[in-house]
C-alpha cells in the first residue's frame, strides 16, 4: 500500500476497503467481513482451492504434538469468524467447552445457523481480541487462524491471548505466510496481486479481496513474530509450515505471568 494521501474506505464498486492509515481502520475491517460474511467459506475454499480444508485440522494435529499431555476443558477460538476452525476444535477435543469469539456480527450469525446442537459445548460471542472479556488464566488452549494479519495492534492482541491462557496453556495461529521458496513465493504474490482481487471483483467484493495481498504484506516475517510471541510472554516456540510455507501454523507456551508492574 502506498503511503501519503488520503485514507480510502471503500472499493469502486461500494464494497469496504479498509486502510491501515484511516482511524476508522477497525471498523472497517468489521464492515469488510460483514459485506463478505454469506460467501465467505465458499471465496476461501475456492481462492485456496481447497487446501484450506486440510490446513485448519493440520494445525491442530501439529497442537498435539506440541503441547505437554494434559486434559484441555476450556477452549477460545478467537477471530472464530463463521466456526470453521472452531466447530474441527470442538471435535478434536470432545470434553471441552469451546468459545468462539469475533467482532463482526454477521460472522458470527453464520457460525451459530452451522453449528450443530451436539454432544461437545460450543457457544459464540461478540468481542475485539484487543480486549478480552474474560479473566486471566481463563484457558488451556487458545486458537485462531486468519485472524492477525488483521489486528491493528499484533502486540496487544498477542498480550491479551497470553492473559487469557493459564500458565503452560497453548496458543495456536494459523496464517498465511510468505512462502520458503523464491520461486513458490513469485507465484504467490502473482496470485494474491493479481487472480484473488480478480475474483473479489466477480463477486462485488473487490475491496475485500484487494486488502487481502495488502493484509499479507503487513504480517512481520517468521523471526519477527517469532520475538513478538516471546514478547507478548510465551516461551516454547515452534512454527510449523504447510504447503511449502503459504500457510504457518505458529504454536507458543504461555509462561509464566509477568508480575513486574
Ligand atoms: C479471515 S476471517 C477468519 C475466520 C476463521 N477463523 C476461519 O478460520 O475461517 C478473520 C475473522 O477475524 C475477525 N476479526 C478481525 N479482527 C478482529 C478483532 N480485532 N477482534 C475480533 N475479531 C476480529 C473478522 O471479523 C473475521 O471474522
Do not use: K
Not at 109 to 126: D, E, H, K, M, S
Not at 165 to 189: D, K, M, N, Q, Y
Request: hydrophobic content about 45%; overall charge positive.
Amino acid at each position: 500500500m502506498a503511503d501519503g494521501g488520503a485514507a480510502r474506505t471503500a472499493a469502486r464498486d461500494g464494497s469496504p476497503y479498509p486502510d491501515r492509515r484511516d482511524p476508522a481502520f477497525e471498523r472497517d475491517v468489521r464492515r469488510m467481513f460483514a459485506h463478505i460474511a454469506a460467501r465467505y467459506e465458499w471465496f476461501d475454499h475456492v481462492a485456496s482451492v481447497g487446501n484450506d480444508l486440510l490446513w485448519r485440522p493440520r494445525a491442530l494435529w501439529a497442537l498435539d504434538r506440541f503441547r505437554a499431555p494434559g486434559p484441555v476443558r476450556r477452549v477460545l477460538d478467537l477471530g472464530c469468524g463463521t466456526g470453521e476452525l472452531t466447530r474441527l476444535t470442538a471435535r478434536h477435543f470432545p470434553d471441552a467447552e469451546v468459545v468462539g469469539v469475533d467482532f463482526t456480527a454477521a460472522m458470527l450469525a453464520v457460525a451459530r445457523r452451522r453449528t450443530p446442537a451436539g454432544p461437545t459445548t460450543v457457544g459464540y460471542g461478540r468481542a475485539t481480541a484487543l480486549r478480552l472479556p474474560f479473566s486471566d488464566g481463563a484457558f488451556d488452549v487458545a486458537t485462531n487462524a486468519f485472524l492477525v494479519r488483521n489486528l491493528a495492534d499484533l502486540d496487544a492482541a498477542l498480550g491479551e491471548m497470553r492473559r487469557v491462557l493459564r500458565p503452560g496453556g497453548v496458543l495456536l495461529i494459523l496464517e498465511i505466510t510468505e512462502p520458503t521458496s523464491s520461486a513458490v513465493a513469485s507465484l504467490f504474490h502473482a496470485y494474491f496481486d493479481h487472480v484473488v482481487p480478480w475474483l473479489g471483483a466477480a463477486v462485488d467484493s473487490a475491496g475485500p479481496y484487494r486488502y487481502l495481498p495488502e493484509s499479507l504484506r503487513r504480517l512481520p516475517p517468521r523471526p519477527a513474530f517469532r520475538d513478538a510471541l516471546r514478547r507478548a510472554g510465551f516461551g516454547r516456540v515452534d512454527l510449523v509450515p504447510q504447503s511449502m510455507g503459504i500457510v504457518t501454523t505458529f504454536l507458543a507456551e504461555a509462561g509464566a505471568p509477568d508480575r513486574r508492574g
